[in-house]
């Protein structure tokens, strides 16, 4: 079992720029595969970024193509979110999640973090 912390979070003027990271314990990061998810109040859960064991595929919403970038250092245990061009829209609580399989899906995930708050300003 796996225990996910994010951090990283904060208020960014929209334009600028934030680093997520999620830091694992218990296992190795690299056994799961591990996604990104956001939420604001009153929604659901939703996908934003994910890779698969080994890494072999990395989808992106299509709301944050070409401006986030997942990334991952197994010799460090953790999971970041580069956030670029940031808009107010993408003001959310950022969870990290891992599971054996890769999906768009939360409740197929087991292993959740506590949350992080982003807030863009415009």
């Known amino acids: 079992q796996v225990q996910l912390v994010e951090s990283g979070g904060g208020l960014v003027r929209a334009g600028g720029s934030l680093r997520l990271s999620c830091a694992a314990s218990?296992?190795?990061?690299?056994?799961?595969?591990v996604a990104w998810f956001r939420q604001t109040p009153g929604k659901e859960r939703m996908f934003v970024a994910g890779?698969?064991?080994?890494?072999?595929?990395?989808p992106y919403a299509d709301s944050v193509k070409g401006r986030f970038s997942l990334s991952r250092d197994n010799t460090k245990n953790m999971l970041y979110l580069q956030m670029n061009s940031l808009k107010p829209e993408d003001t959310a609580v950022y969870y990290c999640?891992?599971?054996?399989?890769?999906?768009?899906?939360?409740?197929?995930?087991?292993?959740w973090g506590q949350g992080t708050q982003v807030t863009v300003s415009s």
């Open positions: 999640a891992a599971d054996t399989y890769l999906s768009i899906i939360p409740v197929q995930y087991r292993f």
């Open positions: 218990g296992r190795s990061l690299s056994s799961y595969a």
């Open positions: 890779t698969s064991w080994g890494d072999r595929t990395t």
